[in-house]
Protein backbone atom coordinates (compact mmCIF):
# COMPACT_ATOMS: atom_id res chain seq x y z
CA UNK A 1 0.00 0.00 0.00
CA UNK A 2 1.80 3.00 -0.80
CA UNK A 3 2.15 6.26 1.48
CA UNK A 4 -0.96 8.19 -0.69
CA UNK A 5 -3.73 5.48 -0.22
CA UNK A 6 -2.79 4.74 3.61
CA UNK A 7 -2.75 8.54 4.35
CA UNK A 8 -6.31 8.70 2.35
CA UNK A 9 -7.54 5.76 4.49
CA UNK A 10 -6.36 7.30 7.82
CA UNK A 11 -8.34 10.78 6.76
CA UNK A 12 -11.22 8.30 5.90
CA UNK A 13 -11.09 7.06 8.91
CA UNK A 14 -10.92 10.46 10.37
CA UNK A 15 -13.33 11.86 9.28
CA UNK A 16 -15.84 8.98 9.76
CA UNK A 17 -14.91 9.08 13.79
CA UNK A 18 -15.14 12.74 13.87
CA UNK A 19 -18.53 12.75 11.75
CA UNK A 20 -20.14 10.61 14.75
CA UNK A 21 -18.67 12.39 17.32
CA UNK A 22 -20.69 15.57 16.02
CA UNK A 23 -23.46 13.25 15.94
CA UNK A 24 -23.40 11.96 19.03
CA UNK A 25 -23.14 15.28 20.55
CA UNK A 26 -25.64 16.91 18.69
CA UNK A 27 -28.04 14.04 19.34
CA UNK A 28 -26.80 14.22 23.08
CA UNK A 29 -27.27 18.30 23.58
CA UNK A 30 -30.36 18.20 21.85
CA UNK A 31 -31.94 15.28 23.93
CA UNK A 32 -34.32 14.25 21.07
CA UNK A 33 -34.19 13.70 17.21
CA UNK A 34 -35.23 16.18 14.66
CA UNK A 35 -39.09 15.65 14.03
CA UNK A 36 -40.61 16.12 11.08
CA UNK A 37 -44.38 16.55 10.36
CA UNK A 38 -46.32 13.98 7.94
CA UNK A 39 -45.90 15.79 4.81
CA UNK A 40 -42.08 16.19 5.37
CA UNK A 41 -41.83 12.35 5.81
CA UNK A 42 -43.56 11.75 2.70
CA UNK A 43 -40.88 14.37 0.69
CA UNK A 44 -38.30 13.07 2.25
CA UNK A 45 -39.23 9.40 1.13
CA UNK A 46 -39.84 11.18 -2.49
CA UNK A 47 -36.19 12.30 -1.93
CA UNK A 48 -34.95 9.10 -1.41
CA UNK A 49 -36.67 7.68 -4.21
CA UNK A 50 -34.58 10.03 -6.40
CA UNK A 51 -31.37 10.06 -5.10
CA UNK A 52 -31.26 6.46 -5.08
CA UNK A 53 -32.92 6.18 -8.98
CA UNK A 54 -29.96 8.58 -9.27
CA UNK A 55 -27.80 6.35 -8.12
CA UNK A 56 -28.83 3.28 -9.90
CA UNK A 57 -28.56 5.82 -13.36
CA UNK A 58 -25.07 6.53 -12.51
CA UNK A 59 -23.87 3.06 -11.69
CA UNK A 60 -25.55 1.92 -15.01
CA UNK A 61 -24.41 4.77 -17.38
CA UNK A 62 -20.58 4.08 -15.57
CA UNK A 63 -20.80 -0.13 -15.96
CA UNK A 64 -22.09 0.52 -19.41
CA UNK A 65 -19.00 2.77 -20.08
CA UNK A 66 -16.88 0.58 -18.66
CA UNK A 67 -18.26 -2.26 -20.91
CA UNK A 68 -17.23 -0.20 -23.89
CA UNK A 69 -13.78 -0.23 -22.15
CA UNK A 70 -13.76 3.75 -22.12
CA UNK A 71 -11.81 4.39 -18.75
CA UNK A 72 -12.57 7.95 -17.59
CA UNK A 73 -11.88 7.89 -13.95
CA UNK A 74 -10.48 5.97 -11.25
CA UNK A 75 -12.63 3.26 -9.86
CA UNK A 76 -12.44 4.82 -6.59
CA UNK A 77 -13.54 8.02 -7.89
CA UNK A 78 -16.15 6.73 -9.96
CA UNK A 79 -17.57 5.83 -6.51
CA UNK A 80 -17.33 9.13 -4.64
CA UNK A 81 -18.96 10.30 -7.39
CA UNK A 82 -21.34 8.69 -7.65
CA UNK A 83 -22.18 8.81 -3.55
CA UNK A 84 -21.64 12.82 -3.92
CA UNK A 85 -24.00 12.79 -6.73
CA UNK A 86 -26.94 10.77 -5.10
CA UNK A 87 -26.60 12.98 -1.55
CA UNK A 88 -26.82 15.85 -3.32
CA UNK A 89 -29.67 15.17 -5.14
CA UNK A 90 -31.43 14.24 -1.94
CA UNK A 91 -30.14 17.03 0.10
CA UNK A 92 -31.49 19.49 -3.10
CA UNK A 93 -34.80 17.95 -3.34
CA UNK A 94 -35.76 17.84 0.49
CA UNK A 95 -34.36 21.55 0.70
CA UNK A 96 -36.86 22.72 -1.72
CA UNK A 97 -39.86 20.28 -0.43
CA UNK A 98 -39.02 21.84 2.93
CA UNK A 99 -38.18 18.57 4.20
CA UNK A 100 -34.89 18.65 5.43
CA UNK A 101 -34.21 20.97 8.36
CA UNK A 102 -36.80 19.61 11.27
CA UNK A 103 -40.18 21.54 12.14
CA UNK A 104 -38.95 22.12 15.82
CA UNK A 105 -35.74 24.26 15.25
CA UNK A 106 -35.16 25.16 11.60
CA UNK A 107 -33.43 28.14 11.77
CA UNK A 108 -30.69 27.08 14.35
CA UNK A 109 -30.64 23.77 11.73
CA UNK A 110 -30.32 26.16 8.55
CA UNK A 111 -27.80 28.56 10.44
CA UNK A 112 -25.97 25.15 11.45
CA UNK A 113 -26.04 23.35 8.17
CA UNK A 114 -24.53 26.56 6.18
CA UNK A 115 -22.04 27.19 8.79
CA UNK A 116 -20.88 23.49 8.48
CA UNK A 117 -21.12 23.25 4.75
CA UNK A 118 -19.25 26.45 4.11
CA UNK A 119 -16.51 25.26 6.43
CA UNK A 120 -16.39 21.65 4.38
CA UNK A 121 -16.36 23.19 1.22
CA UNK A 122 -13.82 25.80 2.57
CA UNK A 123 -11.84 22.95 3.62
CA UNK A 124 -12.51 20.28 0.48
CA UNK A 125 -11.34 23.39 -1.83
CA UNK A 126 -8.41 24.27 -0.37
CA UNK A 127 -7.08 20.53 -0.07
CA UNK A 128 -7.66 20.29 -3.51
CA UNK A 129 -5.65 23.28 -4.13
CA UNK A 130 -2.87 22.08 -1.93
CA UNK A 131 -2.52 18.74 -3.60
CA UNK A 132 -2.65 20.53 -7.69
CA UNK A 133 -1.01 23.33 -7.43
CA UNK A 134 1.42 23.16 -4.41
CA UNK A 135 2.29 19.31 -4.45
CA UNK A 136 1.77 19.20 -7.92
CA UNK A 137 -0.29 15.99 -8.39
CA UNK A 138 -2.64 15.73 -11.31
CA UNK A 139 -5.92 15.68 -11.41
CA UNK A 140 -5.77 13.36 -15.09
CA UNK A 141 -3.36 10.26 -15.32
CA UNK A 142 -2.77 8.44 -18.77
CA UNK A 143 -6.01 10.30 -19.84
CA UNK A 144 -7.97 9.44 -16.72
CA UNK A 145 -9.65 11.24 -13.66
CA UNK A 146 -7.71 10.44 -10.41
CA UNK A 147 -8.57 10.37 -7.05
CA UNK A 148 -6.49 13.98 -6.43
CA UNK A 149 -9.71 15.03 -7.85
CA UNK A 150 -12.18 13.87 -4.39
CA UNK A 151 -11.63 17.12 -2.82
CA UNK A 152 -13.04 19.02 -5.65
CA UNK A 153 -15.88 16.87 -6.17
CA UNK A 154 -16.69 16.87 -2.74
CA UNK A 155 -16.48 20.90 -3.04
CA UNK A 156 -18.47 21.15 -5.74
CA UNK A 157 -21.53 18.87 -4.16
CA UNK A 158 -21.17 20.87 -1.17
CA UNK A 159 -21.37 24.15 -2.96
CA UNK A 160 -24.45 23.19 -4.88
CA UNK A 161 -26.23 22.54 -1.45
CA UNK A 162 -25.61 25.86 0.15
CA UNK A 163 -26.48 27.81 -3.54
CA UNK A 164 -29.69 25.42 -2.82
CA UNK A 165 -30.34 26.80 0.86
CA UNK A 166 -29.59 30.58 0.29
CA UNK A 167 -32.22 30.16 -3.08
CA UNK A 168 -34.73 28.40 -1.05
CA UNK A 169 -33.66 31.18 1.64
CA UNK A 170 -34.44 33.91 -0.72
CA UNK A 171 -37.35 32.14 -1.94
CA UNK A 172 -39.10 31.93 0.88
CA UNK A 173 -38.48 35.93 2.15
CA UNK A 174 -39.81 36.46 -0.65
CA UNK A 175 -43.06 34.59 0.08
CA UNK A 176 -43.13 35.93 3.34
CA UNK A 177 -43.10 39.60 1.98
CA UNK A 178 -46.22 39.23 -0.53
Known sequence: MSDYSLGFLIGFVVVI???LIIAVVLRFRNNNTTSYDERQLIARNA???YAFSTLVCYCVLCGIIDVAEIRWAETAIQMFLGMFLSVTVFVVICIFKDAYFGIEKGKNNIRTFLFLSVLITIIQFF?????VFVNKEPIITNGILNISATNLL???AFLIMIIATVIKLVLNRKEREE
Not at 127 to 131: A, P, Y
Open 17 to 19: VIT
Open 127 to 131: SFILN
Open 47 to 49: AYK
Open 154 to 156: CAV
